[in-house]
Structures are given as C-alpha cells and as structure tokens.
C-alpha cells in the first residue's frame, strides 16, 4: 500500500545545519499529497529540493507545505519548482498560493503550449466526455475533499468550458514561469523525464524516472476503483490521440508505479501499462 511517504522513502537530516543541507539517502522519491481537492497533488524529492506536481487548489497548496514542513522536515524555500501536468484548473488553482509561500527562486514549470494559452495565441482544448466520464470521477474525487479551501481555486484559469475557455489569467506573474520541452527534468531533476502525453489535453504532460519506474502521468490515467487497474481517461480532448500515447509509452517506457491525476497511485509489475483498460 502507497502512503504518503512511503516505507522505501527515509530523508537524512543534516543535524549540523538543517536549514539548507538536507541531504536524502535516495533522489527521485515521490510523496502523495493527502486528499486535498479534486486533483492528485506529489512532491517529488530531487537532488537540490522539491518539486510539487498538480497543486491544484488552496487546500492542495496548504496540504503540500504542511506535508513539506511536518512530514520532511524542510522548509518551503526548499521547494525548486511548482509544476503543471496540463493546463486545468483542478491541476493548477493551487500553484499561486503555493508559490507565494516559497522562496523568490521557485520556478513554475508548465508545458509548452501553455505559453500560447498565457499569450492568446491558443485556447484550451474542447473536450469530449462532460456527461459520460467526467461525472463519475468527479463524484469519486470529490469524496476527498475534506475542507472548503480543498475545492477553491485561486484563479478560474483551466476551466475547458465554451464561455470560460479564453480566461487563461493567473494569479503569479508570468515572468515566475518556465516552459520546458520533453526531456530531461529541469536542474535537480534530470532523473525525471518530461513526456510529452497529449490526449486528455493538447499539452498533457507526463513525470517518468527510469531510476524508480515511477510514472506521474496527470490525466492520462486514472485509477479511481483502487483495484489495480488504471483507466484511459475518457474525458478528453482527442481519444484516437491519448490512445496513440498509451500505445507509445508501451513501447518506451516500463513503470512499475503509476501516480494519477485522479485516484489513488498504485503499483503493478513491468507490463503495467498493458492492462490500462480503455472504456470506450
Ligand atoms: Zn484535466
């Protein structure tokens, strides 16, 4: 059973000076952020600090610093960067509050297209599924919700409706954001690779190290029965698409842990992803 720091993970305390020299026994770890809104929330422990994927409400952006402070023992300046798997409010209505607590360096990641969501020069994707799949996982999501701040959003960005899908305002200047393109991870991160996954969204992006098999893959995936098996997500923008992508990270990639946007993570063996079931 996953839990929100796992019985593998152990941070080692730097007793002569605990405010900047944390070191970890092991990189690459992943924390699960308790229930906190309608989106799964991690902190990825890197070799210079944190990374926090998903934050996306005020109560996500609250749990994340209390699970940093309380759990790991580090301060919110340890935070490096706050990162988006895809440009949807659930994913991205905490990152403001969030960083707004950490260090003046804390960079926002967000997937390349978003900068032409920033710019106008694109809108967010239509997506297909709002009555067919998108009700049953947010009544499963919304069972996680333990506080009203846990479904708030600091900004209605990301929200892929006909009337709200032009709003792409943020509630953090722009000049805090970084854009970066598939590959390796950003300074600190190299272990993560950044995936391109479109599918759910235009620009869903996906976390993966090779070193740990683990797999944070936003959208892409959910897992809201716990029992194991992961779900393509019906709600999308384009399924002939998040399907090509499904098929492809078979090819490339072999986690052995999956951490979804919905749901709880869960572990499976190499092949994992061959029993992704598609319900369409
Ligand atoms: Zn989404």
């Not at 926002?108 to 900068?115: D, E, I, N, T």
Request: proline share 8%; with cysteine; net charge positive.
């Amino acid at each position: 059973m996953l839990r929100g720091a796992p019985r593998h993970t152990r941070v080692v305390y730097d007793v002569v000076n605990t405010s900047c020299s944390i070191a970890f026994q092991r990189f690459f770890m992943v924390y699960t952020v308790p229930s906190c809104g309608f989106a799964r929330c991690y902190v990825i422990a890197g070799s210079r600090g944190l990374m926090v994927v998903d934050p996306g409400s005020r109560g996500a952006a609250r749990a994340a610093a209390r699970l940093i402070r309380q759990e790991l023992g580090m301060p919110l300046t340890a935070v490096r960067y706050v990162a988006a798997t895809h440009f949807h409010i659930d994913h991205i209505g905490g990152m403001g509050p969030l960083l707004a607590a950490c260090g003046p360096e804390t960079r926002l990641l967000f997937p390349p297209p978003v900068h032409d969501y920033l710019t106008g020069r694109r809108r967010l994707n239509r997506m297909a599924g709002w009555l067919s799949a998108l009700p049953p996982v947010t009544l499963a999501a919304a069972r996680g919700l333990r506080r009203l701040e846990d479904a708030l959003p600091a900004t209605l960005a990301g929200i892929p409706l006909p009337l709200l899908h032009r709003r792409t305002e943020l509630s953090f200047p722009v000049e805090r954001c970084d854009f970066p393109r598939t590959g390796a991870g950003p300074p600190g991160f190299a272990d993560w690779e950044i995936l391109a996954t479109p599918g759910h969204t235009e620009d869903s992006t996906s976390f993966y190290s090779r070193e740990t098999a683990a797999l944070i893959c936003g959208d892409l995936i959910l897992h809201m029965k716990q029992d194991g098996r992961g779900v393509l997500n019906a709600f999308c923008w384009n399924r002939d698409v998040i399907l090509d992508t499904l098929v492809r990270l078979r090819h490339t990639i072999a986690p052995r842990t999956v951490y979804p946007g919905h749901g709880e993570p869960w572990e499976g063996g190499e092949r994992m992803l061959d029993n992704i079931v598609k319900q369409w």
